[in-house]
């Protein structure tokens, strides 16, 4: 493998000295350089110095995937600061938490956020929160009929922009442009102590199903990009991708935003989609790289703009994240053959603890049922679960990994990260990933099913024992379990099972359900709030005491997503 010393920054600023004038990012139509994009890193970073913000500072950054996103997570970077990106939608019970996980001082969102913030702002650690108006990334085209319909009316005056909530609290997003300064063509050395530095905190559920900051550092963003870069047609310089993941998720921001920055190509970033946006987007824009979950995937392929789409130069899609239907998979072949017959599909493995991808499909060839082989410089094995004995080839066991992706750690949690990161008897630390899966005599790695509690809706990861303590916060609940349910619109909801105080079980059952969803609504996301409330007298329990998972699993139709990549 290349070199992957340095900063996430020092990665982007050799970019964007090598690929200065191509397009680095488009947003809703507008087009940044490569040699833009770092000016504006720069001018950033100096903005964030002085608003306060230094080198091992935390900084969540609760935004949709948009330009100043891009510029915000280089800028910190370039400071020393991490960065902690959280979906934009969360709640101010999520903001609390992950704050508090991440340790957070600072924060950066969009204006019309600035109320989750507020709500919550006196129990966290957070000194100042940035923001700034969406309409400012705009082409003045739709800038100017945005700003006019965002208008509100303010002690009779009319104001473009929302009005900072708190003073004290909150600063907007504002850079004095510097003069007669060519950043691109700056030159300076590699800091080589920054590679094994800690650079962004990503939340996963672990191996465990319970959410976790994982600790991820310049040399693991690096390293993929340059896994990504090896990988014949997985990148091709001023190619055109189509981002749509969120950079909350370490497929979005590890191998769409990072990895295909780093080799010259041009990112799409779309902030908010529907398929037929993504459908609209492939006719406009004609992308050349395409990196998805089966939930966008399965109905992109039966939109109409989609299916009229000149697919000619098109090069590759990438799909993790969950199980592929047999007759997505079968109908997507029938339209790249017949629309872009040179065009690549791929599937492979990963986990947030491994930044996304640490296993794909060797490209032209494909194993049904298989998620391919280590990436370079990767090692992957399968043991006998509960030992590190290696499981002889085509038993099945626990999938473990290990190599330059694998994350630091766990944040704050030095038990879970002993248990997940292991020495194997050959000398070797190991990420036991909690997933159970096989390997065949010519190494293809096949996943079978997790061995940990966490599972999707609409293609995003929910956590149920997240959702539980929220549950089991109600006054009226006693104890609660979630599992995932079939649903056939969004793969799998969320169905809660509850036992209530022995005291309210006369009451109207109904009128108790809806009391408790809407307790969920105030305090997750709407793609983590239950679909379905049953209420039982008792929770089946283990002879040891313990909820009894594989019961509850029986009873009520459980349901296991196949793929984490």
Known sequence: MNDVKGSMYDYIRIA?????????????????????????????????????????????????????????????NKIGAVVSPIHPLSTPYEIKTYTHISHSTYAITLEQFQKQFQSVFAQTDLKKIIVFSISDEMPFYLKFPYRLSKRIKRNGQSSERIPVINANHFIHWHINKKQSKDTVMQSSEMNEKKTDKLAVILFSGGTTGTPKGVMLSNGNFNTL?????????????????????????????G??????????????????????????????KKPAYFQTIPRLLEPLLKNKHFQKA??????????????????????????????????????????????????????????????????????AMIVIPGTETEAPTGQEGEICVRGPNVMMGYMDDEVETTRVLRK??????????????????????????????????????????????????????????????????????????????????????MAIKAEILQW???????????????????MPKTKVGKVSFQSIRIKYGETHDEKNA
């Open 310 to 379: 000149d697919l000619s130069g098109f090069r590759k899609i990438n799909c993790g994240g969950d199980k592929l239907k047999d007759s997505t998979l079968e109908e997507l072949k029938t339209i790249l053959k017949k629309k872009a017959p040179d065009a690549i599909f791929s599937e492979g493995y990963g986990l947030t603890e491994t930044v996304s991808a640490c296993m794909a499909m060797p490209e032209k060839v494909y194993k049904k049922g298989s998620i391919g082989k280590p990436l370079p410089g990767m090692e």
């Open 424 to 509: 194997h008897p050959d000398g070797k630390l190991w990420l036991h990933t909690g997933d159970l899966g096989c390997v065949d005599e010519e190494g293809f790695y096949y996943f079978k099913e997790r061995m940990k509690r966490i599972f999707k809706v609409s293609g995003m990861a929910v956590f149920p024992v997240q959702i539980e303590e929220v549950l089991n916060a109600h006054p009226l609940v006693v104890e609660s379990f979630v599992i995932g349910v079939p649903d056939t619109v969004r793969g799998q909801k969320i169905k809660a099972i509850v036992v209530l105080e022995e005291d309210h079980l006369m009451m109207d059952e």
């Open 520 to 538: 969920c609504r105030e305090k997750l996301i709407p793609w983590r709030c239950p679909g379905e409330i049953e209420i039982i007298g008792e």
């Open 16 to 76: 964007a000295m090598r690929f200065s004038n191509l397009t680095a990012c488009e947003f809703m139509g507008k087009k940044t350089t490569y040699r833009q994009l770092l000016s504006r890193i720069d001018d950033a970073s100096d903005f964030f110095r002085a608003v306060g913000i230094r080198s091992g500072h935390c900084v969540t950054l609760c935004l949709p995937n948009c330009l100043t996103a891009v510029i915000s997570i280089y800028a910190l």
């Open 225 to 253: 990009a340059q896994q990504i870069g090896e990988r014949g047609k997985a990148v091709e310089l001023g190619g055109k991708v189509l981002g749509i993941l969120p950079i909350f998720h370490g497929y979005g921001l």
């Open 255 to 284: 191998v769409v935003v990072h990895s295909f920055l780093s080799w010259g190509s041009h990112i799409i970033l779309v902030p908010k989609f529907t398929t037929d946006t993504i459908g609209r987007l492939f006719k406009r």
